[in-house]
């Protein structure tokens, strides 16, 4: 399974951008994907999950601003991120859980000027 992720770039603080990320490979139904992001100098840490019924998860810090969504049939994922931040500053990844194993993208950088 190979994910490929898109859509980062450089914003404006309250601006928008919409990340994608495609799987390609043996994907099975029932997995989860998601996004998770990895600030200069910090941890990695979860921002948004959906099961493959819909069903999401968001990190408290980006509850309200940010939307996850997903098209089973063309095997990807989205963030719909608004009211960006300059904290939302980092670099982006895509993942999918399918049955016991955990995928990654590449990653895509997203920086939010103030």
């Known amino acids: 399974v190979q994910l490929q992720a898109s859509g980062g770039g450089l914003v404006q603080a309250g601006g928008s951008l919409r990340l994608s990320c495609t799987a390609s490979?043996?994907?099975?139904?029932?997995?989860?994907m998601g996004w998770y992001r990895q600030a200069p100098g910090k941890q990695r840490e979860l921002v948004a999950t959906?099961?493959?019924?819909?069903?999401?998860e968001y990190a408290d810090n980006v509850k309200g601003r940010f939307t996850i969504s997903r098209d089973n049939a063309k095997k990807s994922v989205y963030l719909q991120m608004d009211s960006l931040k300059p904290e939302d500053t980092a670099v982006y990844y895509c993942?999918?859980?399918?049955?016991?194993?955990?995928?990654w993208g590449q990653g895509t950088h997203v920086t939010v000027s103030s």
């Open positions: 490979g043996r994907v099975f139904a029932g997995n989860i």
């Open positions: 993942y999918a859980r399918i049955l016991r194993d955990t995928y």
């Open positions: 959906i099961t493959y019924g819909g069903s999401s």
